[in-house]
């Protein structure tokens, strides 16, 4: 955790839901730290431009508009990340989000849900109507006992250096099934910040040797957020027993 940030403790749900969406807003921020990047924070919201190739890098977030600056506000937006050639962007609603209907609204304007995009895009990915579900769990209450569980021969490790940042990233397109230039964006932005001074922490777990799993993790909001958590198929077959009849 950042040194000057709170750890979060004893929250409410309310609480652990907002600490989610600043969770991922502070990440946002982190991006922006990328040379050539950009960063525009206002009380209406705030936006990120970020040269990887990854609508990741590229959002909208933190919208606290007044309804009759929604349409306008859009416009803005789109203007905006027209005139940095940006190929997409993202933009991010959430349990701090005004208007509250702002979704309905993005849709009515032409912007494609996250249901559409990940099913054309990013199958592996999980989003409904009602958007890409998120979970918490409190540290202390973990239920550390599913760890022994754990297959012979499967360990997890730092990402220290670029080969084993190689294979993460296609760790990530098998377990997502995403377009390699979608993994390959955190390959560019971790490299460029260093694969040991990085704002996050990548994770690779190997079965045998072998790299079959991802996460990464990013401290922010006062809790660690924990993206990219991923496992192939094929070692999901390989740890499973089978049943006799």
């Known amino acids: 955790m950042p040194p000057h940030e709170r750890i979060l403790e004893n929250a409410t749900d309310a609480e652990l839901a907002v600490a989610i969406e600043g969770n991922l ?26 040269p990887p ?16 600056r929604v349409d306008e ?3 803005e937006v789109v203007a905006w990340f027209r005139r940095r050639g940006a190929p997409f962007f993202f933009w991010w609603t959430g349990p701090t989000t005004r208007p ?8 009515a304007r032409g912007l494609i849900s996250m249901e559409a995009q990940t099913a054309e895009l990013a199958p592996g990915l999980q989003a409904t109507t009602a ?59 971790t490299l460029a910040f260093g694969v040991d001074r990085a704002p996050w922490r ?12 991802t ?3 990013f401290d922010g909001a006062g809790v660690s957020g924990v993206y990219a958590v991923g496992t192939v198929e094929r070692a999901v077959y390989r740890t499973s027993s089978p049943t006799s009849i």
């Open 53 to 68: 190739v990854n609508p990741m890098f590229k959002g909208v977030w933190g919208a606290r508009l007044e309804p009759e």
């Open 202 to 213: 990548l994770y690779l777990g190997r079965l045998d040797g072998e790299p079959v799993a």
């Open 131 to 189: 958007g890409a579900p998120c979970m918490v769990a409190e540290l202390d209450a973990l239920n550390v006992d599913v760890l022994d569980a754990t297959p012979p021969g499967f360990a997890i490790e730092p990402v220290r250096d670029e080969p084993a940042l190689r294979e993460f990233a296609g760790v990530l397109v098998d377990a997502y099934a995403v377009p390699a230039f979608l993994s390959q964006a955190w390959v560019d932005a």
């Open 73 to 75: 506000a859009i416009g």
């Open 215 to 217: 996460n990464l993790v």
């Open 100 to 107: 509250a209907d702002l979704g309905a609204r993005l849709a």
């Open 25 to 50: 807003h502070a990440l946002f921020r982190a991006m922006s730290s990328l040379p050539g990047a950009e960063l525009v924070q206002t009380p209406e919201l705030g936006r990120h431009c970020a």
